[in-house]
């Protein structure tokens, strides 16, 4: 019996190199003006390592500069351009960043779009890397650079950027090509820690994308740090039985699940994937009786509805 998820991975907005953005975004409110000055402590990450980018190479750069500080020693950016620069299109998509900080046994987190969040990531310790337009909106100009500090008093934006190890942009200057590449930017903490702005539901969806490509003890980590963060969000939970049942630790499985009902017993699918837990264990009874809560809590749904028609099934096999 396949395993339910209360959740999907979110798509991703993809900003295509060289095509002209038309978004919201483009046209909204600048977000600096706006910005509680006072409130901004200065900070500048200045072990950041430093990669000067040649032309067309500033995606495998950046990614670079992130996975050394999120612990990935001995990357490079030259390891990375087979898996993200993209030769027809001169550069890199964002997908392709994501994947290959996956692959380097890390989990990418793509920012709220504002900018306190940035500045808030920043003042975690985290280097941001972010997609800037420095041309415009017609004819775009991309660019991948790290941003590893903030100085409130100067209001300036501190970047690791192309060939200068130390660019300083100001607010205004930083947001307008910030705000054409779509307000993206992802950081990369290093295993055991989290971003400083995530919502818990953003946060595990990340999580989510890294155990469907088959990265089970990353997602695992993934959701462990998730429930020390948030000790009363199911998903988490939900996500490590999913992981144990599919290894066949059935028990460690009920565990979980047991868990999701404690903290969801209103919702259905802490039940459902109760009743497959203690089914896997013979448990027969005990099977019945929380597909049972399943099938009263969504009746009418097409799996949960039908739970103790399964598991009964399933005993008769």
């Known amino acids: 019996m396949p395993m339910t998820r209360i ?13 002209a953005l038309l978004s919201a975004c483009a046209t909204a409110p600048y977000q600096y003006p ?11 990450l200045s072990a950041t390592p430093f990669h000067p980018q040649e032309e067309f190479q500033c995606g495998p750069a950046a990614l670079a500069t992130v996975l050394q500080v999120a612990g990935v020693s001995d990357i490079e950016p030259d390891d990375l351009t087979p898996q993200v620069y993209i030769p027809g299109r001169e550069g890199s998509l964002q997908t392709e960043l994501l994947a290959a900080t996956r692959r ?27 997609l800037q337009n420095l041309g415009f909106s017609r004819f775009p100009i991309w660019h991948y650079a790290v ?8 209001q300036h934006v501190i970047l690791r950027s192309g060939t200068t190890e130390r660019e300083v942009m100001s607010f205004a200057k930083f947001e307008r090509s910030w705000r054409l ?8 903490p290093p295993v055991g820690q989290t971003p400083r702005t995530l919502s818990a539901l953003d946060y595990y969806a990340a999580v989510t994308a890294v155990e469907q490509q088959g990265r089970r003890e990353l997602a695992a980590q993934g959701y462990t740090v998730g429930i020390k963060r948030w000790p009363n969000e199911a998903i988490g939970y939900l996500g490590l039985g999913g992981l144990a049942y599919q290894q ?23 039940f459902f994937n109760l009743a497959w837990a203690f089914q896997r264990q013979g448990k027969h009874q005990e099977a019945l009786d929380a597909a049972r809560v399943a099938a009263k809590l969504a009746p009418e749904h097409p799996r949960y509805g039908q739970a103790e028609v399964l598991i009964a099934k399933d005993q008769q096999n």
């Open 34 to 44: 706006h910005i509680d000055i006072q409130s901004l402590s200065a900070v500048e």
């Open 104 to 130: 380097a046994e890390r989990i990418p987190f793509v920012i709220p779009r504002q900018l306190d969040a940035l500045f808030a990531e920043v003042n975690a310790g985290y280097p941001v890397l972010v």
């Open 181 to 188: 590449g779509q307000y993206w930017g992802m950081v990369v």
């Open 248 to 270: 066949g630790d059935f028990a460690d499985a009920e565990e979980h699940f047991y868990r999701v009902t404690e903290l969801q017993p209103r919702q259905a699918a802490g």
């Open 7 to 19: 959740m999907q991975s979110f798509r991703i907005s993809l900003v295509l190199l060289g095509c």
């Open 147 to 154: 941003v590893i500090g903030v100085d409130p008093r100067q």
